[in-house]
């Protein structure tokens, strides 16, 4: 006779006990799925299988430490071994969980894997085991090991060891299950935190109560949480206090630093003249306080909105953009390196402070996030791209232009490589984004409009939704000039405007046709089932307002005005 039995085969289950094991199963079944202490409920299982099998003792094992160890979770018995570990591939428990198999050791004292230690250190006498693998579709999760059949032979049969394995199969789902909830909850609170984290970030941030000042920030954090950050406050005397930063690194460490290296500049910021001193002295708290290895690149400044003067320093940051003439920027170079490194190479007066003046032009900070980002192409945007953004929107309002920057670089696909943040000043920034272009009144000019028009209205602030809506009341109302005005495709053109005002959006279309009949155009019904006519329906429904003008240069033609109301979110 073999000293081992494998893996049992269904049929040998005596009908009699069926009913009973059923029920077992099933009232195991219902304690693992109803309860939230896997713990105590793989001790309440293990009790159960110990007695419903009339064994002397049962543990249940599970791997640890990247499935190197097994640790006993639970145990009923004479002797409690709870907590005791041992190599995965070790003894008959090891050797289950390594073959994934369950088997019948029916004396230990035969079998080379049967580790005495045990028995030496707790006193008991093991004779025989019934082990049987804890495994769902593949994944060994560890083992429940039973020993000392109850009985005259103290043998445990095929008919124990194909229960046995019912059971583990069970508790292992009952226990991987656990471990996915547990996993959930941990990751779901985990997101709370970030998502406060995230909110106390943008408290952190702040906002132009007033439209007229001449400073704007935007802050796209790449994760949850942004080691990016700008500020800026108005002083006792006028002035302007700002200033832009870049953490190394990303989470939550990054956050952290992030807030106190901002908070540091915002509390000693409204006492001091001098920009280079101040980020000195936040350099010497930074690195005595900070976590080895973490570091902020920063840019602080003053502005004087009388004279129009910013003072500034530099600490390790990408380089700001002057942007004097229509073309040209001046790139200001940081020469010292970023906050929190160390303090023997910061100059004892504080960082070099650079003076320049907005009546020049303005005053760009941005950090690597906007030159390194990847846009709809696959390309990256590097300094010279925003530089040419910067130029070809030089006419637009701040707000605009810092917004056409972001929208560039978060429109390619796949999540951000790095947050984005950039801060402008501007003395003389525009109070209107004005869009102005005429187009061949033809139907295969329509998309190259919408295509222009588009971003041009997600740069100017507008929620995507209402892009979408806008677009569309352009597109019908241009078809309509095509189809009706002009009565098909004309090689006389079409003027669009469009001006982005602080509470509303005025679009203007003007044609050339003949004039029409204002009194004519109305919407079709829309029960009226038939291809075309919901143009002018479209149109009123997106719009707030829509009317006809009188042409001013001339009495050719007609001047069509719609009107949408902006809502700020």
Not at 125 to 153: C, F, M, R, Y
Not at 433 to 461: E, Y
Request: hydrophobic content about 40%; glycine content about 8%; aromatic content about 4%.
């Amino acid at each position: 006779m073999t000293n081992r039995a494998t893996t049992a085969q269904p049929e040998i289950l005596e009908k009699s006990d069926i009913s009973e094991q059923l029920s077992l199963l099933s009232e195991l079944g219902r304690e693992f799925a109803a309860s939230l202490d896997i713990n105590t409920t793989l001790e309440r299982a293990i009790e159960r299988i110990t007695d419903h099998l009339e064994a002397e003792g049962g543990a249940l094992f599970l791997l640890q430490n990247e499935n190197t160890q097994l640790r006993c979770e639970a145990c009923v018995g004479e002797t409690d071994i709870t907590g005791i570990e041992i190599a995965s591939d070790q003894g008959i428990v090891g050797r289950c969980v390594e073959q994934n198999t369950g088997e019948i050791v029916k004396d230990v004292s035969h079998d080379t894997d049967f580790n005495q230690s045990v028995d030496e250190q707790t006193g008991h006498t093991t004779k025989s085991i019934l082990v049987a693998p804890l495994t769902v579709n593949d994944e060994k999760i560890g083992a429940i090991e039973l020993i000392n059949k109850k009985g005259k032979n103290g043998l445990f049969d095929d008919t124990d060891l194909h229960l046995l394995e019912v059971l583990s199969n069970s508790a292992a789902l009952a226990i991987l299950n656990a471990r996915m909830a547990a996993d959930l909850v941990e990751q779901e609170k985990l997101q709370r935190e970030l998502e406060l984290a995230a909110e106390i970030q943008r408290n952190l941030l702040p906002t132009a109560s007033d439209p007229s000042w001449p400073i704007l920030g935007i802050n796209i954090p790449a994760r949850t949480v942004s080691g990016d950050f700008f500020d800026f406050f108005e002083l006792n005397d006028g002035r302007i206090a700002f200033c832009l930063g870049d953490v190394s690194g990303k989470g939550m460490n990054a956050a952290l630093l992030m807030a106190k290296t901002a908070s540091l500049y915002r509390c000693l910021g409204k006492t001091s003249d001098h920009p280079g001193k101040l980020m000195a002295h936040i350099n010497e708290e930074i690195c005595e306080t900070s976590t080895r290895g973490m570091f902020v690149t920063l840019v602080g400044g003053i502005y004087d909105p009388k004279s129009k003067l910013v003072r500034l320093a530099n600490a390790g940051h990408e380089p700001p953009l002057h942007h004097i003439g229509e073309n040209e920027f001046i790139a200001i170079e940081a020469e010292a390196p970023p906050v929190g490194i160390t303090t023997l190479a910061v100059p004892e007066d504080g960082y070099v402070e650079v003076e320049l003046s907005l009546k020049d032009g303005p005053l760009y900070i941005f950090t690597d996030g906007a030159t390194e980002g990847v846009m709809a192409d696959g390309s990256r945007f590097e300094i010279s791209g925003i530089e040419t953004l910067l130029s070809e929107n030089r006419g637009q309002p701040l707000s605009f232009r810092l917004q056409s920057v972001v929208n560039t670089v978060n429109r390619g696909e796949g999540p951000l490589h790095d947050d984005i943040t950039i801060l402008g000043l501007d003395a003389a920034s525009p109070s209107e984004a004005v869009l102005s272009f005429d187009f061949g009144a033809h139907a295969s000019k329509l998309k190259q409009t919408r295509a222009r028009v588009s971003p041009w209205l997600q740069n100017a602030g507008l929620p995507e939704a209402v892009v979408k809506d806008v677009v569309l009341a352009i597109d019908e109302a241009c078809q309509n000039i095509i189809r009706h005005a002009y009565g098909g495709n004309s090689d006389q053109n079409i003027e669009l405007k469009i001006i982005r005002q602080a509470d509303e959006l005025l679009i203007y279309l003007r044609d050339f046709a003949t004039r029409i009949d204002v009194s004519t155009i109305k919407p079709r019904a829309l029960e009226d089932i038939k291809p075309g006519g919901l143009g002018t329906h479209f149109i009123n429904e997106i719009m707030d307002e829509v009317d006809y003008l009188e042409p001013k240069d001339d009495n050719e033609g007609n001047l069509m005005r719609m009107v949408k109301s902006i809502i700020a979110e």
